[in-house]
């Protein structure tokens, strides 16, 4: 007798406890992209892409994008770090599935105190909104100030961003009143501190959670792909709006986390998109084991 093939099983959400806090990702969703180049590795030739990509068991001319926003308990305050595509765009780009991953992590859309943003492209707003309604009603709002006013004012918008400016206007600039605006050292909530990390999105911020002697970087879209990008720092990214500052930034922040051993939460990193970076003649993405939980 031969047994049926089943559905594929795969885990979407993660939980630990880190530093005196919880943390949760959630698998917002993923979708495969069909190709490598663009939008990573703008400058590498087909025949390089497949021979990074043998080199890290992974294919050359395509990739898996997947979706992770985090959630960090501090025991005070639930702070959500941005709030996915949402249910509606999520159906048409393999996402949508943040509501149900928080509901599996036993967390209601109410539950949420803070929802802090890294970049408003629009897989980390879209869902900010549910069915014209705010989707964490009781939520504060945060954001970079730099990057509210860049979006605000569209004039140094890239002309390929000029549709997610129009969801940038109707998702985000209405929450103007009840956000609070961020710039590089500013808390978030205790433990929880804003970093610049301009370059991804004009405004790009990351988040640091510090606690018991224990870091977590919430590193948002500093790198978007574990190889293809993280491997290739000064590879151009076709996704980045300013592709010179966004390049410095990689730089810098991977350097720094490599050089700290700090944690890192990255929102297109591997699922459960929990990891470590490093150093070698380049880097390398290393996902955390059992660490989190010793």
Known sequence: MTADFKDTIEPTVCRF?????????????????DAVNPPFALEKTEE?????????????DRFEHVFVPTVINTGGKLVLFDAGFGPKAGAANGAGHLRSGLAAAGYAPEDIDIVALTHVHPDHILGLLQDGQPAFPKAQMMIGRREFDEWNSGANIPDQRRQNREMFLTHVAPFAERMTFLEDGDAVAPGITAEAAF?????HMMYRFEGEGRQLLVWG?????????????DSMVG?????DAARVTRNRVLDMVASDGLLVAGHHMPFPSIGYVEKTSSYRWVPASYQHRL
């Not at 530093?19 to 992209?33: D, K, M, P, S």
Request: hydrophobic share 30%; no cysteine.
């Open 17 to 33: 406890n880190w530093g005196g806090a919880q943390v949760t990702t959630v698998l917002e969703g993923r979708i495969v992209r």
């Open 221 to 233: 879209d500093v790198t978007n792909h574990y190889v293809y990008s993280l491997q290739y720092p």
């Open 48 to 60: 390089e892409l497949a021979e990074i990509g043998k080199a890290n068991n992974i294919p050359g």
């Open 239 to 243: 996704f980045d709006d300013d592709k």
């Open 199 to 203: 370059g991804h999105s004009l405004g």
